[in-house]
């Protein structure tokens, strides 16, 4: 009997979990699209953090930007990620495209901050290695003129 009410209770949460608890969006934006969205949120989110005065001077607001660029509206962009945060699997899935997409772009960055530190680096040891040190051989003798 005990046996018995455990498998029931383990079914009746096997079956709940797999009940979508938010309803599908009326317009629902792909996943593809939303990985995007959430790309380039990050991106302006970093820029924002780090560079206030290059948005302000661009007159950049970080979710009107996104809205006007992907056709939405803030209550299509709420629903959309709430009904995929609703299901683990997607939403973690979305999220790993876009944390690839961030990794890639890290290391293209960090690749060009390696090369410009490299040439600093080159055109510092050139400049000390060119450098003339003035030595005894290379003084101008000066003559006296007194006899």
Known sequence: M??????????????????KV????????????????LYDLAILTAAKNTSTDILVKNKIETMEYLYTKYG????????????????PSEYVAIYKEVD???ESVQKVMDEARKI??????EARDKAKENKIKPTKEL???????LP
């Open 22 to 37: 938010v309803k599908e969006p009326e317009q629902l934006i792909s996943k593809e699209k939303m990985a995007d969205i």
């Open 100 to 102: 690839s997409r961030l």
């Open 72 to 87: 939405i509206d803030s209550v299509q962009f709420v629903e959309n990620n709430l009904y995929y945060a609703s299901i």
């Open 139 to 145: 003084r101008p003798t000066v003559q006296d003129s």
């Open 2 to 19: 005990m046996k018995k009410a455990v498998l029931f209770i383990f079914c009746v949460i096997l079956v709940s979990c797999g009940e």
């Open 116 to 121: 410009k530190a490299d040439s600093i680096r």
